[in-house]
């Protein structure tokens, strides 16, 4: 049965995609060439600047999710402790400190190899990047600004919250 018969539109660049699902979703975002997109998503701790690239080579799209602040030199080591131990835990994706400028970000790749993305591989790619995002920022602020050891930072964020104050 034919792509069209079963009322299923076909698109074959994923930029294309992930730029209806930011449209979709009201979050701002900028198209830097055929190949490329950049968002900003708002979270609950910080805004996150979502930036996504298509290698046809590897037919790969990358996803980088970057968090708003700096991480002093100072506060290195225990940033790589953090990041080590909290990638123990993730099944997808990683935490990575780029160190040219000092951002933490989140990273996580599709391969395609020689499939079609969808919109729900498009949905799943950025829900595992945000929800990663908000389950972690806070670890990461303990580390750089309240000078916390990262082991500490990160049990202070893995309690579960349960109902409302």
Same mark, same amino acid.
């Given at each position: 049965?034919? #792509?069209?018969?079963?009322?299923?539109?076909?698109? #074959?660049?994923?930029?294309?995609? @992930?730029?209806?699902?930011?449209?979709?979703?009201?979050? $701002?975002?900028?198209?830097?060439?055929?190949?490329?997109? #950049? @968002?900003?998503?708002?979270?609950?701790?910080?805004?996150? !600047?979502?930036?996504?690239?298509?290698?046809?080579?590897?037919?790969?799209?990358? @996803?980088?999710?970057?968090?708003?602040?700096?991480?002093?030199?100072?506060?290195?080591?225990?940033?790589?402790?953090?990041? $080590?131990?909290?990638?123990?835990?993730?099944?997808?994706?990683?935490?990575?400190?780029?160190?040219?400028?000092?951002?933490?970000?989140?990273? !996580?790749?599709?391969?395609?190899?020689?499939?079609?993305?969808?919109?729900?591989?498009?949905?799943?790619?950025?829900?595992?990047?945000?929800?990663?995002?908000?389950?972690?920022?806070?670890?990461?602020?303990?580390?750089?600004?309240?000078?916390?050891?990262?082991?500490?930072?990160?049990?202070? #964020? @893995?309690?579960?919250?349960?109902?409302?104050?």
């Amino acid at each position: 049965m034919a #792509t069209a018969e079963l009322g299923i539109e076909r698109i #074959t660049n994923p930029i294309d995609l @992930m730029e209806r699902t930011a449209s979709d979703h009201d979050w $701002a975002c900028d198209r830097g060439s055929d190949d490329e997109l #950049t @968002m900003v998503v708002a979270g609950t701790w910080t805004d996150y !600047h979502v930036s996504i690239n298509w290698r046809e080579d590897l037919e790969s799209l990358h @996803m980088a999710c970057a968090f708003d602040f700096k991480v002093p030199d100072a506060r290195l080591n225990e940033i790589y402790r953090l990041i $080590a131990q909290i990638n123990e835990q993730l099944w997808l994706g990683h935490f990575d400190l780029w160190a040219q400028e000092g951002l933490i970000m989140f990273r !996580h790749s599709l391969m395609l190899n020689g499939s079609v993305v969808t919109p729900r591989q498009c949905e799943a790619l950025l829900k595992a990047a945000l929800e990663a995002c908000e389950r972690y920022y806070q670890a990461f602020q303990f580390v750089v600004w309240a000078g916390k050891e990262s082991r500490e930072a990160l049990v202070s #964020t @893995m309690f579960q919250t349960e109902g409302q104050a």
